[in-house]
């Protein structure tokens, strides 16, 4: 049994974790590794970088094709996909968020890891508001949390 | 007890309005049932067991529970969580006598259809769509007073693929099948009985024979259809611990429904009990809904749900506890906490591991269980299939039962997703009409939505339903169905 089928938390070497170059480009990471007959974030990449051998396997993202615009993490139905951006000193964190209060641009929150912990700050720099309600919001956080940060918590 | 702000639902001010409890005045809005009105203002004991005077507490939510059964503008046993509150109606809990045999002042109609339709949720919208757009006459009855069954309150988005409308949330795609059937039902082609029950079925003179009833408007319907499709949905299960049946101790689904529906939060503090898709998705719904959860309780050594689900409770602080489960929830008249604890390999629970949980909501999300008796009342060959809930009718693959002209369609069949219920649901309005048309051989259409079932059903995840209905086929080959 993995062990994410016990906690619910899935661990970093059941991820695909791009390479330092393509994380500087800024790449969509799909924290979805089991077979589940889902298939929206094949159809949302505007470049074919998302593919599936059937509506059953886990996505697999060509690194080198995808240009990091997140519009599979707006459609993902599992709120599964996270794009990173490795920046000089910090990262940029790129995640689904569906609750109240919205952080503001600019606003400092709480970076929180994949059990909902306190990890550090982060710095809200984007919150688009997508039609049916599922926000991205990008926010700025220390270099070592890029695969750490995966949740906020707005302080209001 | 309202929920003011919430990240996807929009709870509009409707009309105030106010109705009699046992003689007291009761504020409400306009379209929420008495049982959820009830519940804001605080009134959690809804009726009270009738031999051991114990009180019981909303469960369900649609109509499949019997715990808040009252008497209503003078007619007994109505169940309030799917019944519309009104401008001054009467309501009197605890009195629930049976009623007279006689039905002197009440209406009654006769109706003549094609097909007849009994339940309104993805499946049976989606076959009186299909119905509907061949030219066949189409009745389509649900005893609730809204379209769409349980996607009305699906805040998630969906699974699957684009053609199953995949990535769009449960709600958006009852609005999207409830227009796509007022369309048709303008058109003529579909007449539409909301509120209504239908509650027998009495044999076949060349049609199929059914009563129903709406019991608000003191009406009598006598059916006649030469084709009858029963997608009637599921029940929650219930679990067996000392103080289960204390005002407070949920249906999951039945939570999902109050504060998805109605906007009412359940509680401030939650227990989950069972981890699998429903367990995951409504807690993470409670937490939109502003509301506490200590934590999710499941006796399976692994989380049953998607992992994706999981990880989203998760990363909000909630933690999942495997191979635990509950022991008792305890409370004067409500529930005030709950006693879980590890289970070991044989299902005992670990000595010394108990651990308080202090809560005032349980839910229990521990499966469904098909709701398929009007079908079995009604002679089809059914047999008791535990992959697919319970006892389900032995059907073909296109979804006709060994009564010839009665279809199932959706959980009623066996338990599995809206997804696959719509499938199923157009399956069987397609087979149901073409066979009225006089088709001999197989569809290309209906041939489509079976391969899609088909590739919906291949993963691991679709076992369970891949298992149930590979035996419910074999045996309908057996049968000759």
């Not at chain 2, 809005?29 to 004991?45: D, N, P, R």
């Amino acid at each position: 049994m993995k062990e994410y089928e016990k906690t619910g938390v899935i661990a970093l070497n059941e991820i695909r974790i791009p390479s330092e170059e393509q994380l500087k480009r800024g790449v969509a990471i799909t924290e979805c590794v089991q077979e589940i007959p889902c298939n929206p974030c094949v159809d949302a990449c505007p470049v074919d970088a998302i593919s599936m051998e059937n509506i059953n396997s886990p996505p697999f993202v060509d690194y080198d094709k995808c240009t990091g615009c997140a519009q599979c993490a707006a459609v993902c139905p599992g709120l599964a996909i996270f794009v990173v951006k490795l920046e000089e000193e910090k990262a940029l964190v790129t995640l689904p968020y569906e609750f109240l209060p919205l952080p503001e641009k600019g606003e400092e929150v709480k970076a929180l890891d994949r059990e909902g912990k306190e990890a550090g700050k982060a710095i809200v720099k984007r919150v688009i508001k997508k039609r049916d309600r599922t926000c991205l919001v990008t926010v700025e956080v220390d270099r070592e949390l890029a695969m750490v940060a995966r949740n906020i918590r707005v302080v209001k | 007890m309202r929920i003011r702000n919430h990240p996807i639902l929009d709870f509009e001010k409707k009309k105030e309005i106010s109705f009699l409890y046992n003689g007291h005045k009761i504020k409400a809005f306009e379209g929420e049932t008495i049982a959820s009105a009830l519940h804001a203002a605080g009134i959690k004991v809804l009726s009270h067991s009738i031999k051991l005077n114990r009180p019981r507490g909303f469960f369900c939510g649609i109509g499949k529970c019997s715990s808040c059964l009252m008497r209503v503008n003078g007619v007994p046993n109505i169940r309030t969580c799917i019944t519309p509150v009104e401008e001054g109606m009467v309501v009197e809990s605890d009195m629930q006598d049976l009623p007279s045999a006689d039905f002197k002042d009440g209406e009654k109609e006769n109706i003549d259809t094609d097909i007849l339709v009994v339940g309104a949720g993805p499946a049976g919208i989606s076959a009186a769509i299909e119905a509907g757009m061949k030219g066949t006459s189409v009745l389509l009855i649900d005893e609730n007073y809204m379209l769409g069954g349980q996607l009305i309150k699906q805040t998630h988005k969906f699974f699957g693929s684009r053609r199953e409308r995949a990535g769009t949330r449960g709600i958006k795609i009852a609005e999207e099948l409830e227009n796509e059937v007022r369309e048709l039902e303008k058109k003529g082609n579909v007449k539409i009985l909301v509120g209504t029950s239908v509650f027998g079925y009495y044999g076949n003179d060349g049609s199929h024979l059914l009563g129903a009833v709406n019991k608000i408007k003191n009406v009598m319907y006598r059916i006649r259809a030469k084709k009858v499709i029963f997608a009637c949905g599921a029940q929650e299960n219930m679990l067996s611990f000392p103080g289960n049946d204390l005002p407070g101790v949920y249906g999951a689904g039945g939570v999902q429904t109050l504060m998805n529906v109605y906007g009412i939060k359940p509680g401030k503090r939650v227990l989950m009990v069972g981890a699998g898709n429903v367990g995951l998705i409504v807690s993470y719904q409670l937490l939109q809904a502003g509301v506490e959860v200590d934590r999710v309780v499941e006796a399976m050594p692994r989380i049953g749900g998607y992992s994706v689900h999981a990880a989203k409770l998760r990363r909000n602080g909630v933690p999942i506890y495997t191979s635990h489960s509950i022991k008792e929830v305890y409370g004067n008249g409500k529930v005030e906490g709950a006693i879980v604890a590890k289970l070991d390999e044989n299902w005992n629970f670990v000595e010394g591991s108990d651990e308080d949980v202090k809560c005032d909501t349980v839910c229990l999300a521990v499966g469904l269980t098909p709701s398929a008796r009007l079908l079995f009342q009604a002679g089809v060959k059914r047999d008791y299939i535990p992959e697919a809930g319970g006892y389900v009718a032995i059907h073909n693959r296109e979804m006709e039962t060994s009564v010839k002209g009665i279809y199932v369609a959706g959980d009623s069949s066996g338990i599995e997703e809206a997804s696959t219920a719509m499938i199923e649901g157009r399956i069987a309005g397609l087979s149901a009409a073409l066979s009225l048309a006089g088709r001999k051989e197989g569809h290309k259409e209906i041939e489509d939505y079976i391969s899609t079932l088909e590739e919906m059903r291949a993963g691991p995840f679709g076992s369970k339903a891949r298992e149930a209905k590979r035996k419910i086929l074999e045996e309908a080959l057996n049968e000759g169905i």
